[in-house]
């Protein structure tokens, strides 16, 4: 028995990290008879997506109680996403998109790994034209996002435009949440430089794996200072490198012709112009055993095997005179 | 000669104001489609000093795909939505004081069968 409890743990302990951890929304809505009593969930792959009606985007709903409340756990997704829940009128297909006007049908969420938010209804005017979400800090950045926004919606002419513009920037460059500055930085437009240079200092702190910012990658693409200041050390260091190793090199040969002695030498510069150990023994008035003898040491002090080897020294010959 | 140079001033002024009348009347469109794809863009002038302007655009799909957006001159999107098969969309939005110069109505359809209605209202006081 105690084997295969130990296989059925083991089994467990290795499908865990393959099992959805659960997100859950709760809340309540005080809606009139024109309205579904169903709430409806659906992921947000990207921000292009976020006003897109699809039953592909559905990932879970649930109905709501007499009282007006609802509770809805999904599979959530991995590392912070974007969510939209949205109610329907009776008679309406599943995927219907009210923008705009009173009867605005949606809400947007940010929900990490089994993140709690919360709706809450305010007032019968409109399902969501006052309702407070609450959740995470990203929950709470979010919602500043849409109420930004919607000041925006009151500001006018072209002072109005750059109070967005410049609001929308403070968002992305204050917002502790990626996703919330990534969605504040996809909805600026018409930039100038200056708006610009800021847009890009924030977008080089953020994660650029981030699947919601691949088109404002691609506009802001990463800075290549950091990769050029590693390059450059690269090569420097490797220049120093072959630069120390010619100056061990040359002090270590130096080292070695200083071993010779005068006699050595001077076969050396024979050897080098090209004579026989026969014409050096007979140059210097030497026996050739003698000659050979002194070769014989050359090679072991220069390490070195035969008289073409000893030629690769030509420098060093040069500088002790030979 | 001079006939026909006068005629041919005739014809060109008839198109030209043709083309206005029809890009007027492009503001307000309904139809109903059958397995369309469509991509087409519609261009309005907004004058210095309009006070409002106003979008509609209502959709019902039963198949294929929709994309609808208008774009003022300096890029801002106004109700970027999406609509797959089985969907229903609503959309309404103004803009005061709106950016005078050359915007966009951007419609596209793919392979859909369903009922269109937009609207684009500019009060010219």
Redesign the interface.
């Known amino acids: 028995l105690r084997p295969a409890i130990t296989i059925l743990l083991l089994t467990l302990m290795l499908a865990r990290p393959c099992i959805a951890q659960q997100a859950e929304i709760s809340g309540k809505l005080m809606l009139d008879t024109t309205w579904r009593r169903e709430v409806f969930v659906c992921l947000i792959p990207d921000f ?2 976020m ?6 985007l559905l990932i879970g709903r649930t109905a709501i109680d007499t009282a007006g409340n609802f509770m809805l756990r999904f599979d959530a997704h991995k590392g912070p996403a974007l969510y939209r829940l949205h109610i329907i009128k009776n008679g ?10 009173r ?1 605005e049908n949606q809400v947007f969420f940010i929900s990490d790994t089994a993140g709690k938010t919360e709706i809450n209804h305010l007032t019968v005017n409109g399902p969501f034209s006052r309702c407070v979400v609450t959740g995470s800090a990203a929950v709470g950045e979010l919602q500043h996002f849409f109420t930004v926004m919607r000041q925006g919606d009151s500001q ?3 002072e ?2 750059e109070w967005i513009k410049n609001r929308l920037i403070a968002i992305a460059d204050s917002s502790s949440s990626q996703l919330v500055s990534l969605l504040a930085i996809s909805y600026t ?2 930039l100038d430089a200056s708006q610009k240079a800021k847009v890009g200092s924030v977008v080089q702190r953020l994660d650029h794996k981030n699947p919601y910012g691949v088109n404002i990658f691609e506009q802001y693409p990463q800075s290549h200072t950091g990769i050029i200041a590693l390059v450059a050390a690269l090569v420097l260091s490797g220049a120093c490198a072959i630069v120390g190793i010619r100056f061990y090199k040359k002090r270590a040969v130096a080292k070695l012709f200083g071993s010779l002695s005068q006699r050595e030498l001077t076969i050396i510069k024979l050897i080098a112009d090209g004579r026989s150990n026969k014409e050096i023994a007979s140059e210097l008035s030497v026996e050739l055993s003698t000659v050979k003898t002194h070769v014989n040491n050359i090679y072991a002090k220069l390490n070195v095997k035969g008289r073409k080897d000893i030629l690769a020294y030509k420098e060093m010959f040069k500088k002790h005179g030979i | 000669m001079k006939k026909i140079l006068i005629l041919a001033a005739l014809i060109i002024c008839s198109a030209v104001l043709h083309a206005q009348t029809t890009g007027d009347s492009e503001r307000t469109k309904s139809f109903s489609f059958r397995d369309s794809t469509l991509d087409q863009k519609m261009y309005f002038t907004v004058k210095e000093g309009t006070p409002v302007i106003k979008f509609r655009c209502n959709v019902t799909l039963s198949k294929g795909r929709l994309n609808f957006f208008v774009t003022d001159p ?4 106004y ?6 098969k ?8 103004s803009e ?2 709106p ?1 005078p110069g050359k915007w966009m109505l951007s419609l596209k359809i793919t392979n859909a069968t369903g009922n269109l209605s937009y609207e684009v209202k500019m009060d010219d006081n």
């Open positions: 292009n997506q006003y897109t009606a699809s039953d592909a309406d297909p599943v995927s219907t998109l009210i923008i705009g006007g009867d006018h002419g072209k109005g435009r437009f018409g | 300096e890029g801002k999107k109700g970027n939505f999406n609509l797959d089985g969907s229903k969309g609503e959309f309404s939005d005061d004081k950016i």
